[in-house]
């Protein structure tokens, strides 16, 4: 039976996860910004402690892949292939977005009712966003976009879509009176679903490149140079 570790890093949220087989062992989960790098090797060692396994009985390490912060990206994606490289282990990728929306289908009752749309806030009316259906099929792919009044405004007519997380809400004061939009508030990412939707990739043998991979920024991170001191 495989033992899996799962990273969540894509956001403000630092979270872990340990599968055995199909079988949730334990979670770990932080809510502090800028905690990701100074605490994330620590949650490791702790959670698999706390669950009786050592990181050489790991099987395989999953990651968030974005899209979302670039910081986060980073430091989730750094820690998982160095897992993976010193252990020898495969390294598996799930959607960021992907993990979001499979947290509200599985609360959704008769999700086929349902198109589903995860948001992450990106800049000012910005969102990182896709539109997916109950089993996960892309309507709509991952895409950078800038929210307004017409936004999903056809699929809208013809079918209720569920919206949540970070960015729902610049999305919600734009059509609150359209009943066909609903909205979910409080859905985080958590490296948790990010296990659950990895571990048929692992029974598939769908392994990322250990060397060679990145995570889906989706757009190049923004640089700014400092200002000058006046004299």
Not at 136 to 153: G, K, M, N, S
Not at 172 to 201: C, D, R, S
Request: proline fraction near 5%; charged fraction near 20%; glycine fraction near 6%.
């Amino acid at each position: 039976m495989p033992l899996l570790l799962a990273l969540e890093t894509s956001t403000t949220v630092c979270s872990i996860a340990l599968y055995k087989d199909q079988q949730l062992l334990g979670a770990s989960e932080l809510q502090i910004e800028k905690s990701h790098s100074s605490h994330i090797t620590v949650m490791v060692a702790q959670l698999l402690e706390n669950c009786g396994a050592t990181l050489q009985e790991l099987s395989a390490v999953a990651v968030s892949g974005g899209p979302g912060s670039y910081t986060g990206l980073r430091i989730g994606t750094s820690t998982a292939k160095g897992l993976c490289y010193s252990l020898d282990i495969p390294l598996l990728e799930v959607s960021t977005l992907y993990g979001l929306a499979a947290q509200v289908i599985a609360a959704t009752p008769n999700p086929e009712r349902y198109l589903f749309c995860p948001m992450l806030d990106a800049r000012r009316l910005e969102v990182y966003t896709c539109l997916l259906t109950h089993n996960l099929e892309e309507v709509e792919p991952i895409a950078p976009i800038v929210l307004d009044e017409q936004t999903f405004r056809e699929k809208l007519e013809t079918q209720p879509i569920v919206f949540f997380g970070s960015g729902a809400a610049k999305y919600k004061e734009m059509v609150n009176t359209e009943a066909n939009a609903l909205f979910i508030e409080g859905v985080l990412p958590n490296a948790k679903t990010i296990g659950e939707l990895a571990l048929p990739k692992y029974e598939q043998k769908q392994f990322e490149d250990v060397a060679y991979y990145e995570p889906f920024y989706l757009k190049d991170v923004y640089i700014t140079s400092a200002k000058k001191a006046a004299n």
